[in-house]
């Protein structure tokens, strides 16, 4: 079945910098690459996504890229603030109807 | 206003004793969808709904049931709920439909506790 990987599990920046989370999947087949913001006691809300025929996408601090040829795509934040932090999920999907979810992770900004 | 709500949103219970957690949807979408979330494990998807009447599992349906007899509504069974189905449960719909995804839109979760 689909293997689903995030690096890393938890990433700690000071405010203002940017933040970089990287998704690694195993199903060649993927075509939709969303990434999932939950913050804490709250439940997932999308807040990018990329379909696999756009290499980039970028909405104001928020950007995804992928690479398909190496099977990983990214979340990139710039200029990072309080309310950023939360933990993220990438959930890469496929022909099917089944979604994989990444195991998370944590971003927390430092003021 | 568009929502998914799932109820209810917490339960605490005992083994043994058959529970239901109601979803609904108001966004007229074809695709719903049980997921439970545990530390470390992110979120894992139970089972899965394309349209009325068509159900599949997911990667961990073991121990539950769902059911799709109207399209607003999904609601997920537990017909003998042991402790390692505690978990936070939620409910997601979305417009997708076949080879095509769109975002999902998530309930606000159900916190089960079994004793």
């Known amino acids: 079945g689909e293997n689903v990987e995030q690096h890393p599990s938890t990433l700690s920046v000071q405010e203002g910098d940017s933040a970089v989370i990287k998704c690694t999947y195993s199903?060649?087949?993927?075509?939709?690459f969303p990434w999932y913001k939950q913050e804490l006691g709250k439940r997932p809300q999308l807040i990018i996504d990329?379909?696999?025929?756009?290499g980039e996408k970028k909405d104001q601090r928020i950007a995804v890229t992928l690479n398909k040829t190496a099977k990983h795509f990214s979340l990139h934040i710039t200029e990072t603030q309080p309310e950023d932090s939360a933990v993220y999920f990438c959930?890469?999907?496929?022909?099917?109807?089944?979604?994989?979810f990444g195991t998370g992770t944590r971003l927390k900004v430092l003021a | 206003e568009a929502q998914v709500t799932q109820n209810p949103r917490y339960l605490i219970t005992v083994t043994g004793k058959k529970l239901t957690v109601t979803c609904s949807q108001n966004?007229?979408?074809?695709?719903m969808s049980w997921y439970r979330q545990d530390p470390g494990l992110g979120l894992r998807q139970i089972y899965y709904?394309?349209?009325?009447?068509?159900?599949d599992k997911g990667d961990v349906p073991e121990g539950y049931k769902v059911s799709r007899k109207e399209k607003r509504n999904f609601p997920l069974i537990l017909e003998s709920p042991s402790p390692n189905q505690t978990s936070l449960y939620f409910c997601?719909?979305?417009?997708?439909?076949?080879?095509?995804?769109?975002?999902?839109?998530f309930g606000p979760g159900t916190r089960l506790t079994v004793l």
């Open positions: 997601a719909s979305s417009l997708s439909t076949a080879g095509i995804y769109n975002e999902q839109f």
């Open positions: 199903d060649s087949a993927s075509n939709y």
């Open positions: 990329i379909r696999s025929n756009v």
């Open positions: 959930a890469p999907s496929s022909g099917t109807y089944k979604y994989i």
């Open positions: 966004m007229n979408h074809e695709y």
């Open positions: 709904s394309m349209n009325v009447e068509v159900t």
